[in-house]
């Protein structure tokens, strides 16, 4: 049974507006529940066939829940900002089974796993009054599997996701990070955001994971220092990189969610560009390789014009502007006498990690690594497809995109590498001594520069010396390629204890640029 259409827009309706229809009575958790699932239920395997969720709970459930936390409200109040409020999050947060959605961190092989209790962060918002509609798809694994790596957005448990703004879907030629994907790892936790499943979502970060869909998506999104919060019951990369990450419509919603995660109530800003320094990183050092993202003359010409208006409309409204900052990368510290790898080191002790991790689930197809690879051999079909993967839906179903080629997601050599891995017995010492080295270099551009905030492209790597040096990075959105409707945006890092300024910035950016986000036409045209 169809419900009745929703009384706001999915699309647009941020979270701190949804709060405020829930506090003023002219909407309740039940209703905006039902919408959400309803717009899943539209577009996630049917409509664009855009496999942004892995797992919804039953629909008695949901509402159950909606509908105590209604009932809360009408007899004490709300508990803050989150009361009511549905949220996905990235399927490598553990959801205790009374949720009712399993936890499978896109893999096939952990279909039917059972987690002995929730994550921490899913018990911080079940705590803040939010409610989890929807575990979402991501690159398996956080992408750990193949070599070379899977499409961003691909699992086994989830099917290939989609950007809810690509024309045609993923382009069968592309790379992992390719201008037709919707990037990854937290690709799902992005995509259903854009695609008015969620108002926001939780994801994680370890190089790019967060803010690369989100630029994607055309989203603000903010992955947090490292250390913020717990990461209990969170599937593993490397727990000296693993950082939570928010996804939102605006900078106000991840305000008020970065507030909760860290515990601070200053983090609302004006959105004022003066008194803020901004600086520009030379974006010819920091593009990714043609092995991320398949170069296209046409769309970096549209990109570095877009850029320019940037600088002279930050100009025209206050802020300083610096351009051409040098800042040096991660490859360029890797080459370094006493250097270190992050691309290698990244990746040190993972098998350990992730069979301790396993260890919290208390029923599970699998319990060790060897398990899981042997697993996906003998589930080759589902779990190692041979160009079996339904991409979009059909051409007569949703006119406004064509039918994609099929995908091959054959490969986990990863996955194989990583179960003979010897651990490096100086990793502790060595990505320290690159942390070290990653923060003095972001202090020296930030104070030799005399700038608050270095941007980047989106499809750069400022992610990752961020990452190295443990600081926040976050994302705002821009526009939109012409050549296949792709989102695009910029990175945003501010250096130790970055979150503030960053929501500074963002907040005066969607005053500035309000244009730059919109729900996706193709959406919204097959409504």
Known sequence: MTSPPPSFDVYNTSTVQLQQLLGAGSLTSVKAVTAYLDQIDRHNTAGLELHAVIDTPP????????QALDDERARQGARGPLHGVPVLVKDIFNTDP???MGTTCGSGALRGAKPKRNSAIVDLLIRSGAIVIGKANLSELACIKGSPPCTSGWSAAGGQGQSPYVRGGIDKEDTCLGHSTPAGSSSGSASGIAAGFAPFSIGSETDGSLVYPASRAALYGLKLSHGSYPLDGCQPFHPAYDCYGILAKTPADIAVVSSIILGKSDLISSGDWKNLRIGFINPELWLLGAGDVKPNADYQKQYDTAMQNVIKTLESAGARVVQSIELVTVEQLAKEEDGVDFDVIAFDNWRANFEAYLTGFSESPVSSLEAMIEFNKQHA?????????????????????????K?????????????????DPQAEQKIERLRQKSRAAIQEALKSHDVDILVAPDDSRLCAIA???GYACGAAPLGFAEFNGRAFGVQLMAGNAG?????????????????????????????
């Open 59 to 66: 629909r008695a459930l949901a509402l159950k829940l909606a």
């Open 98 to 100: 009374e949720l009712g």
């Open 381 to 405: 079909k589902t779990c190692l497809p041979p160009g079996k993967i339904p991409l979009i839906a059909t051409e007569e179903s949703c006119p406004d995109i064509r039918l994609t080629n």
């Open 407 to 423: 995908k091959e997601q054959p490969s986990q050599g990863l996955l194989e590498s990583l179960l003979v891995a010897s651990p």
């Open 467 to 469: 990452s190295t040096a």
């Open 499 to 527: 979150e503030e300024k960053i929501i500074q910035v963002m907040s005066a950016w969607e005053k500035t640029f309000p244009d730059a986000r919109k729900a996706p036409p193709l959406m919204v045209n097959s409504s």
